[in-house]
């Protein structure tokens, strides 16, 4: 009985070593994984066919190693250009090899321990009746009935075969009785799924009402938007009738009298602006001339030169600012006034602001007599001193001012 079965290089076989147990061994796998070709090594082992292309792509042989139950090993080699066997004896150190076997040769110490040989019927025609694949099945089941009872008349194992083929028969019958018994189950199955026929509509009822829950979601998600909108539109309303209210009101007013002329009051107020400012600047010069101390000693003349220069100042920003009023002259007139008692208390104002503008007039006139008086004052300092202390030089009034300005 056959033990261990290894493949090294042959076909898609780097290295497969299959180890069969008593009775049957099944492969199974998906297509071209190798299955055929554990046969085909069988077959090669036990024949020796014609060269073909066994040697896995890359390898420079092939070899079939099968083992026996009692130990002997048989190894068929492939080479390019030959092929040989060798026979490894139980217990021995070295084997038998067997080489330049002709054209299909098979040495008959390896047929002896195989027994793998084909079965020759009276027509002379050989059998195989241990190998068999999609092809060429065994048991002559790919033979007409005539060559199967040949066989078994010619054979010494004809009962044994007899029982193998019944025995075959019987898994058969088995095999079919399981295929019915499939076939019951499936129509069992079938007739459930029948029954589950609605789940389709029961599943698009289900997407349809997932769908309107979206809508749901969405549409609670824009409430707050809603009510926002809502309330404004009611602010709106609100705000409308209102406007309503006032137009309606004013609906009864008469026409409001034609506005006077407004050129002199534009004048007016330019003219009060520029008062505004000069009465802020007298106020600024008178007092920074209240806080004036006593005249410092003639050499020191800095807080001299440093009042002309705020006079200088001063001058620069009246000018600047008779200009910009000179600018302001020309602008447009006031809009139209339809109360007169805010005309009335504008002139009310503007006589206060004349008063004021008076009492900063009449400051100005005694800063600039006080300002004239401190020029003689200079003058006479000036006129003591004769020459100045530093360089030399004379000290004109007119010359001096001019240098400090």
């Not at 002896?112 to 065994?138: A, F, I, K, M, N």
Request: include cysteine.
């Amino acid at each position: 009985m056959i033990r261990c079965l290894t493949l090294e290089n042959f076909m898609a076989h780097g290295r497969t070593e299959l180890a069969l147990g008593p009775g049957l061994t099944a492969l199974t796998g998906p297509n071209n994984v190798g299955k055929s070709a554990v046969v085909e090594a069988l077959r090669c082992l036990a024949l020796n066919p014609a060269p073909r292309h066994v040697i896995r792509h890359g390898a420079k042989e092939a070899r079939v190693t099968l083992e026996l139950s009692d130990g002997t090993r048989v190894v068929w080699i492939r080479k390019k250009a030959s092929a040989g066997y060798e026979l490894w004896r139980p217990g021995a150190e070295t084997p038998e090899e067997f080489w330049k076997l002709g054209r299909g040769g098979v040495p008959e110490e390896i047929r002896e321990v195989l027994r793998l040989d084909l079965v020759e019927l009276e027509s002379g025609e050989p059998v195989d009746v241990h190998l068999g694949d999609q092809r060429t099945p065994v048991f002559l089941l790919n033979q007409p009935p005539s060559a199967a009872a040949a066989f078994f008349a010619a054979s010494s194992e004809s009962a044994h075969l007899l029982a193998m083929q019944n025995a075959l028969k019987r898994r058969m019958a088995d095999a079919k009785r399981d295929q019915a018994q499939a076939r019951t189950r499936l129509a069992g199955l079938a007739a459930g799924l029948d029954q589950l026929a609605g789940l389709p509509d029961l599943t698009l009822a289900l997407d349809a009402a997932r769908e309107k829950e979206a809508d749901v979601h969405e549409a609670q998600a824009r409430i707050p938007a809603l009510e926002q909108a809502l309330e404004r539109r009611r602010a709106l309303d609100a705000g409308l009738a209102r406007a309503k209210a006032k137009a309606a009101a004013l609906a009864q007013l008469t026409a409001p009298a034609e506005p006077a002329p407004t050129a002199d009051l534009a004048r007016i107020l330019n003219d009060l602006r520029r008062l505004s400012q000069d009465l802020g600047q007298a106020q600024t010069r008178g007092a920074a001339l209240a806080g004036l101390s006593a005249a410092p000693q003639a050499q020191a003349t800095t807080p001299v030169a440093e009042y002309l220069k705020a006079h200088k100042v001063l001058k620069n920003k009246l000018k600047a600012a008779a200009d910009k009023a000179l600018g302001l002259a020309g602008l447009q007139a006031c809009p139209s006034l339809t109360p007169s008692a805010p005309l009335a208390e504008l002139a009310a104002r503007m006589a206060g602001v004349r008063a004021e503008l008076e009492r900063s007039r009449k400051s100005s006139e005694a800063c600039l007599a006080r300002l004239h008086k401190l020029r003689q004052e200079i003058a006479e300092r000036l006129a003591n001193i004769g020459v100045c202390p530093t360089c030399g030089a004379g000290l004109e009034l007119a010359r001096f001012l001019q240098e400090a300005s």
